[in-house]
């Protein structure tokens, strides 16, 4: 490349499709579609094509403005359709700014800027560790809430905890009865797994089946029972305050919730704020009383119920024969509590399981009969499909579940991630972020996964392979640490600085939609354009700089 060339090089640093948008857009009209050829042309890098509504004379105008554009160096017209090629000059000069990591027409902090978002997701039970049927929601609660702040929007992210219930008590009677000697210490198990190891040996030990498997209270399961048994004991001390149990609660609650607190930090998510169930108990026992004084609920034989006024779900059980309040109402506090925050919030997104949607929806039509309602009238349920394990849906108390931090660990030790993990990469942790995680996101949240071992490790089931396979190339020091050498001639160099500019509207549209695919998919297809490409240290370079930006924005490193 010539000197003079890069002299001509002016300070450009906006995104170039959205340039292209402006100045063929008419007065009035609906923008273009401008869209990057599917390979590297000999003079064609960009295809514009126009409405039925632009007629011959609106094009020739348009083209005759091109004319004076420095960013442009060519047009060419076909019907409603312009071919354009970029100046030289300007891809020089975003060429340099991607090499040296300037993010060049790729910064996205600006589309939702001064916008508040809430992002519910994980919520989870206190008895026991993650394991890869949670993982589904959480990944996609942590890329959402990613996308939404690499967007520039303020996010707070949400977990709601099942802290108290009948099924916190079978942990802690699994822990006296079972295992009263053992501590995770003595053990050397992690914490959480300790206690779903105590949680799953008192469950087993029941031999009974859950009478609500199958129905829209299975969230809910053994919950809406009443048994003669420690468990049961131990919920009634727990209720009166007795002291003794009350500390038994918190050391099992302290296990449980430090090790899942650990296990989602190994992918990055971080939650913001963690609502208790146990500290909206308070809330719950005077929603009951006004419920019952205003006709909202109705006392029955087996405890308090929420008509809901459907074919398909009739009595929403709120609280229990023994005085207790169900899930179902513990959670209906907590929202009650939280209303008021919905005040100037764009959105929020609660993300979960399939089989809750409808019980939440139950709750979203009951609470407006006690209060106004700001959250609710912002709020966002995205449902997720089954995680099914040996073809059926996986169970903690059943044992037949593969635990997060067990399946981090497996991933970090293959013998591939190792190899991508060599010289100055990402660590092995680091790839198997990106595959966990990919393993999900590329996936639509309607649709059933099987997990096994086959499909994780397959790339044409699993996107994260190319993902990390071309992360780990980018990163190799020796190459995206060099000087930088834009050449405008090299075709695989141009079309990488052109396919870059993409990564603005794919956030948007994730952003906008709640829906990670769109920038998912588009990281996918250039990861895997890139591996194919011939490697070139300049190229390397900026690639290493989009994949910082797009790998960020869904929250993958």
């Not at 939280?338 to 709750?363: N, S, T």
């Not at 000087?483 to 603005?504: T, V």
Request: glycine share 8%.
């Amino acid at each position: 490349m010539s000197d003079e060339l890069e002299s001509k090089s002016a300070s450009r640093d906006h995104n170039l499709i959205e340039h292209i948008e402006r100045r063929l857009s008419a007065p009035g009209g609906q923008p273009p579609s401008v869209v990057v050829r599917s390979s590297p042309q000999t003079f064609g890098d960009f295809a514009v094509f126009f409405g039925k509504d632009a007629g011959a004379g609106m094009l020739t105008k348009l083209m005759g403005e091109l004319g004076s554009d420095p960013e442009i160096s060519f047009s060419k017209r076909s019907g409603n359709k312009l071919t354009l090629r970029v100046a030289d000059q300007t891809i020089v000069e975003m060429g340099r700014r991607l090499e040296t990591g300037s993010p060049s027409g790729l910064r996205t902090a600006d589309l939702l800027h001064g916008k508040r978002y809430f992002v519910d997701y994980g919520d989870p039970n206190a008895t026991k560790a993650l394991h890869v049927g949670h993982l589904r929601c959480v990944a996609l609660g942590h890329g959402v809430a990613s996308v939404l702040k690499s967007a520039g929007a303020e996010v707070t992210t949400l977990s709601l905890v099942n802290d108290i219930g009948r099924n916190m008590c079978e942990a802690m009677a699994g822990y006296v009865e079972m295992f009263p000697d053992d501590t995770p210490e003595s053990t050397g198990m992690k914490s959480d797994h300790f206690v779903g190891r105590c949680y799953s040996a008192y469950v087993n030990s029941l031999k009974s089946p859950d009478a609500y498997e199958g129905t829209l209270d299975a969230p809910l399961g053994r919950e809406l029972e009443e048994r003669v048994d420690l468990a049961q004991s131990l919920l009634q001390r727990w209720s009166a305050g007795d002291p003794e149990v009350r500390e038994l609660w918190s050391k099992v609650r302290r296990w449980v919730l430090s090790g899942q607190d650990a296990t989602v930090k190994r992918l990055g998510a971080l939650q913001d704020r963690m609502l208790h169930e146990s500290l909206a108990l308070e809330r719950a026992a005077k929603m009951v009383d006004e419920g019952l004084q205003k006709g909202i609920f109705r006392q029955t034989s087996t405890g308090v119920v929420y008509d809901t006024g459907l074919q398909e779900y009739q009595h929403m059980p709120l609280v229990r024969p023994d005085g207790f309040p169900t899930e179902n109402m513990r959670l209906a506090a907590v929202f009650y509590d939280l209303q008021e925050e919905g005040r100037g919030l764009e959105a929020c997104v609660h993300i979960m399981g399939d089989e809750w949607v409808q019980l939440i929806a139950c709750r979203e039509r009951m609470l407006p009969r006690f209060i106004e309602c700001p959250l609710y009238a912002v709020y966002h349920k995205l449902g997720c499909a089954m995680v099914t394990f040996h073809g059926s849906k996986m169970k903690s108390s059943s044992g037949e579940v593969l635990l997060i931090d067990e399946l981090i660990d497996r991933v970090a030790a293959m013998d591939e991630v190792q190899k991508l993990s060599s010289g100055s990469g990402p660590t092995p942790e680091d790839l198997a972020r990106i595959l966990i995680l990919s393993f999900y996101l590329a996936k639509k949240p309607s649709k059933t996964i099987e997990f096994s071992w086959e499909n994780f490790i397959s790339p044409s089931q699993n996107a994260g392979w190319d993902l990390a396979a071309a992360w780990s190339r980018a990163s190799l020091k020796g190459t995206w640490s060099g000087a930088s050498d834009p050449d405008p001639e090299d075709a695989s160099y141009r079309y990488a600085i052109l396919r870059s500019q993409c990564l603005r509207q794919s956030v948007m549209q994730s952003a906008l939609s709640y829906d990670v695919l769109p920038a998912m998919n588009y990281l996918s297809h250039l990861a895997a354009w890139y591996l194919g490409a011939e490697p070139k240290a300049r190229l390397d370079r900026v690639m290493h700089t989009v994949f910082c930006e797009g790998l960020a924005s869904l929250g993958l490193i």
